[in-house]
């Protein structure tokens, strides 16, 4: 079946980068998502990444992706503390994009 | 704000009782989802409604009733529920366009807990 796996811990220290990997089954994946969710919040989308993109660039993050190998990846350039959070990759397992199924999220913990 | 409200924001409730998560988005979209996000593993996805209709059952407990009565509202009707349903479970709109979905935008979530 369909699977989206992350690595669980993320330690970086403020004003480097970070990097958080994802891997992914689902070769039919249109869309691939990067969600962001801080303490008692819901997910927030931080970007996404067509298929036949290999790269994407907003601000601060830049997404890699590579189709043949099935990896996903979210770069957040200099790190700030509150970029402390939970960030799940996602990828859409039917046509419509409607159904995401998830990672189970890294944690990216920040020091000052 | 996302423009995805959901409410309570947490529910403690008796595994006989009763109860009903609601979520209303004011984005126009017209497909909404719920999903269950439990400790220590990834969201799972429980149903899909696009245009109102449902599209997606993920193997859901009949314990869990999902129902759209328009494109902007979304409940989850609970009852004898068991403990180990406690999880936050959240709610999430997206536009469907061409056929094609690009992003769903999430609510805060309902925490609930089955005692």
């Known amino acids: 079946g369909e699977d989206v796996e992350q690595s669980l811990f993320l330690s970086v220290r403020e004003g480097d980068s970070s990097v958080i990997n994802c891997t992914y089954t689902?070769?039919?994946?249109?869309?691939l998502y990067w969600y962001k969710q801080e303490p008692g919040a819901g997910l927030q989308l931080l970007t996404y990444i067509f298929s036949n993109m290999d790269m994407k660039q907003d601000q601060r993050l830049t997404v890699l992706l590579n189709k043949k190998d099935k990896h996903l990846s979210l770069r957040i350039a200099d790190t700030q503390t509150g970029d402390s959070a939970i960030y799940f990759c996602a990828e859409s397992y039917n046509q419509a994009g409607t159904a995401l199924i998830f990672g189970k999220g890294t944690t990216l913990s920040v020091s000052s | 704000e996302t423009g995805v409200t959901q409410t309570p924001r947490h529910l403690v409730m008796g595994m006989t009782n009763k109860k009903s998560l609601k979520c209303e988005q004011h984005?126009?979209?017209?497909?909404m989802y719920w999903y269950k996000q439990s400790a220590k593993k990834p969201l799972e996805l429980m149903f899909v409604?696009?245009?109102?209709?449902?599209?997606e059952n993920n193997s859901v407990p009949s314990r869990f009733s999902p129902e759209c009565p328009n494109s902007s509202h979304l409940f989850l009707h609970l009852h004898t529920l068991q403990p180990e349903d406690s999880a936050l479970y959240l709610c999430?709109?997206?536009?469907?366009?061409?056929?094609?979905?690009?992003?769903?935008?999430f609510g805060q979530g309902t925490r609930l807990t089955v005692v």
């Open positions: 689902d070769s039919s994946s249109t869309y």
């Open positions: 409604y696009n245009f109102k209709e449902q599209t």
């Open positions: 984005l126009g979209h017209n497909a």
């Open positions: 999430a709109s997206s536009r469907l366009s061409g056929g094609r979905n690009t992003e769903a935008f």
